[in-house]
């Protein structure tokens, strides 16, 4: 099972730090992606990390304001937004896949992802 939280309003320039925990059966993975969607949109991969080869994704759009990390203690992944933007506005997954890739192929490829949380929504606007 993966939960995620920590979504919200957030002005333009602001921050949000997202939290992935998982539990059960989505211990045994390979990766965690963080994908978001918007109205009306595909479901996008924002950053994904690769637990094989320890690599780590940054879609184009977020690089530079966005940082993936995790706390292998708690099983939790963190995805840390900042200089937020209207355009980050979005529901959030994060997902587990049971595959060994890179994070980039992992990113590009959702199809490969089998356990989903709910989703947390992030919306950017003054």
């Known amino acids: 099972q993966l939960v995620e939280s920590g979504g919200g309003l957030v002005q333009p320039g602001g921050s949000v730090r997202l939290s992935c925990a998982a539990s059960?059966?989505?211990?045994?993975?390979?990766?965690i992606g963080w994908f978001r969607q918007a109205p009306g949109a595909e479901r996008d991969g924002v950053s994904c990390?690769?637990?094989?080869?320890?690599?780590?994704y940054y879609a184009d759009s977020v690089k530079g304001r966005v940082t993936l990390s995790r706390d292998n203690a708690t099983n939790t992944t963190y995805l840390q937004m900042n200089s937020l933007k209207p355009e980050d506005t979005a529901v959030y997954y994060c997902?587990?896949?049971?595959?060994?890739?890179?994070?980039?192929?992992?990113?590009?490829?959702?199809?490969?992802?089998?356990?989903w949380g709910q989703g947390t929504q992030v919306t950017v606007s003054s």
């Open positions: 990390i690769s637990m094989a080869d320890g690599s780590t």
């Open positions: 059960g059966a989505s211990l045994d993975y390979y990766g």
């Open positions: 997902a587990a896949l049971h595959v060994i890739t890179t994070a980039q192929i992992m990113c590009l490829q959702r199809g490969l992802f089998t356990s």
